[in-house]
């Protein structure tokens, strides 16, 4: 089996669930977090007994909003971290904050704990897309929590931003984005605001009570912030992601490489390669409650799991290889799709490999499903 050198680490509380939110969140109560931390730490100190992994190149400690954790919370699971699976120098280690929660006192503890990249949701500077958002925070703070941030030292910064939200102009959304970059981020990830089944917005949708902006007006605000990084020296690597050279997250590109990681905390998701080419993916429990009951009784909290055929998992590693839009060649073992979509039009060639044209950005979905059989 590969070894393992990305740990992803869920931290699954929020202050407030969003209404456009379909990750594993649930709204903080008190005392529900010392025995999450503590069921964080027993799952984290059993892993190397169960797969060979470490040291880790990269940690991601993502949510949920992390950010909620105590200095001492968050130092005492990276020491676990450390100590338990290793960490290599030089590794790569990111929390995700929320802007209210970045203070001096939290940015400074963070370093000191190791932490090298913060990646902050910042989603827009607009009082009324924050609002539409349901995002607690203000544009004003969030600006200020990057100066934070950088004071207390931190040079890798990402900034999350969303755009698509109803009711923003694309000159509205590019003077959020051009807010953030006066800030001088090392990473920008812009999402598009899509409508998960099952969440609020979704409802408010069905009902008629919002109306999303169509695909045209989608990939307008996309296309118009693509030309605004790339004016400000950012290169766009991922189709979602664009990252000052060399700053690109490492954590997310074992994803998109298809290397193999592990995920420890509620339903974090977990992926094995096998010597013989098969993959193997598998998935906590989801609840707080049955995820700490599952590790106090020692078991391992995996919900369930699927291994996946070597023709299958070589597929899916084209599917999200795709999405490096500096080229790739995890298309190589399938000359026949990857040569009709060069003759669409979709992929170009690119390096050794091949990345998407902008059509094929475009259509990245389709474009994915094609090595899928
Ligand atoms: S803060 Fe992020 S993870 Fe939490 S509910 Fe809102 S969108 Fe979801």
Not at 22 to 33: C, N, R
Not at 191 to 206: F, S
Not at 211 to 232: F, H, I, K, S, T
Not at 329 to 357: K, M, S
Request: aromatic fraction near 8%; include cysteine; glycine fraction near 10%.
């Amino acid at each position: 089996m590969e070894r393992i050198h990305s740990l992803y680490v869920h931290i699954p509380f929020c202050t407030w669930v969003c209404k456009y939110c379909d990750f594993t969140a649930y709204p903080v109560l008190q005392g529900m977090i010392p025995p999450y931390v503590d069921a964080l730490a027993a799952e984290i100190a059993q892993v190397p007994q169960r797969y060979p992994i470490g040291p880790l190149r990269t940690v991601f400690i993502g949510g949920g909003t992390p950010s909620l954790l105590t200095p001492e919370q968050l130092a005492r699971l990276l020491e676990t971290i450390r100590q338990r699976i290793g960490i290599a120098t030089a590794a790569e280690i990111t929390i995700e904050a929320n802007p209210s929660n970045i203070t001096s006192a939290y940015a400074a503890a963070w370093r000191k704990a190791g932490v090298t990249r913060l990646s902050i949701g910042v989603q827009s500077l607009l009082p009324a897309a924050l609002r539409f958002l349901e995002r607690l925070h203000s544009g004003g703070e969030a600006l200020q929590a990057i100066r934070v941030a950088r004071q207390a030292g931190f040079d890798n910064i990402g900034c999350d931003l969303l755009y698509g939200i109803p009711g923003v102009s694309t000159a509205e959304w590019l003077e959020s984005l051009d807010g953030v970059l006066a800030e001088q981020p090392a990473h920008v990830s812009a999402y598009e605001l899509t409508v998960e089944q099952g969440t609020r917005l979704a409802q408010e949708v069905r009902s008629g009570a919002v109306v999303m902006p169509d695909n045209e007006e989608q990939l307008g605000q996309y296309w118009a912030a693509d030309r605004r990084l790339a004016d400000e020296g950012f290169v766009h690597y991922e189709i979602s992601n664009w990252s000052r050279p060399g700053f690109e997250s490492r954590h997310n590109l074992t994803y998109w490489e298809y290397r193999p990681y592990l995920g420890c905390g509620v339903g974090a998701h977990s992926l094995l390669r096998h010597a013989d080419s098969r993959s193997e993916r598998f998935w906590n429990v989801k609840g707080v409650k049955a995820y700490i009951d599952a590790v106090k009784e020692g078991t391992n909290p995996v919900a369930d799991g699927e291994t996946l055929s070597a023709a299958r998992a070589a597929g899916e590693a084209a599917m999200v290889g795709v999405r490096l839009l500096q080229g790739t060649r995890a298309v190589d073992p399938f000359p026949v799709e990857r040569d009709h979509l060069v003759a669409a039009g979709l992929l170009a060639p690119a390096g050794e490999g091949v990345c998407l044209t902008t059509r094929g950005v475009e259509l990245a979905n389709q474009v994915g499903a094609a090595f899928l059989r």
